[in-house]
């Protein structure tokens, strides 16, 4: 059985920094490409940053050099660093196993002054 369990989100000012941490069980983790999808209210679900399995990686032209993913394959384990955020950031964000059916609850970043 497939658990994603996303952490990491909270409420915090324009500039500020987050670390977001995403655990995926129950698959063979090293074989799937990883990614971070947000949605805003009241918008559709989008693609945020991408690391494949041989760790090419692709981001969002909204989040190109301030976010940065990352995986630590051992501990099954997927990271977004968000920097200098913006209130355009705010979202539910979730990580995801490309190919596999299921999606964790995500965990809700808001930027706001």
């Known amino acids: 059985q497939v658990q994603v369990v996303e952490s990491g989100g909270g409420s915090v000012q324009p500039g500020e920094s987050l670390k977001l941490s995403c655990v995926i069980t129950?698959?063979?983790?090293?074989?799937?490409?990883m990614s971070w999808y947000r949605q805003a209210p009241g918008k559709q679900r989008e693609l945020v940053a991408q690391l494949g399995r041989f760790y090419e990686v692709k981001y969002d032209n909204s989040v190109r050099g301030r976010f940065i993913i990352s995986r630590d394959n051992p501990k099954n384990k997927v990271y977004l660093e968000m920097n200098d955020l913006e209130p355009e950031d705010t979202a539910v964000y979730f990580c995801h196993a490309e190919n596999s059916h299921t999606w964790g609850q995500g965990t809700q970043v808001t930027v706001s002054s």
């Open positions: 129950g698959l063979k983790f090293t074989v799937y490409d």
